[in-house]
């Protein structure tokens, strides 16, 4: 899946919102954020959880390490823990990649159809 944050602009979101983004559940948040420190929501008076752009960073790179990529919870906490910026930077390149074959299957559907 392919997840272009640019398209959220807002301050604060809500944990169904932040799910939505990610097409997981909201107790798969809870749970990562028990088991990940680096996802760390405010929460309001009310115990809502409010969610920043870094939190979201935070959930985009524990969501490729255990949903895409398939490492177990133990491994990914690991990994973050060990090389989190060669971590960050990989995410980041497999995304980019995936964005370029995306278009580059858009257009060559367009070209097949011109033809």
């Known amino acids: ?27 798969t948040l809870r749970y990562w954020e028990k088991e990940f420190s680096q996802i760390s929501p405010k929460k309001t008076g009310g115990k809502m959880r409010r969610y920043t752009q870094d939190d979201i960073e935070q959930v985009r790179l524990v969501h490729n390490l255990v949903k895409v990529r398939g490492l177990k919870i133990a491994a990914a906490r690991e990994l973050l823990k060990k090389n989190k910026e060669g971590t960050v930077q990989t ?25």
């Open 1 to 27: 899946m392919a997840l272009n944050l640019n398209n959220y602009s807002k301050q604060f979101y809500s944990i169904g919102e932040v799910a939505e983004m990610f097409d997981i559940n909201e107790t």
């Open 91 to 115: 995410v980041e390149v497999i995304e980019r990649l995936r964005t370029v074959r995306t278009e580059l299957l858009c257009l060559k559907k367009e070209l097949n159809e011109l033809s």
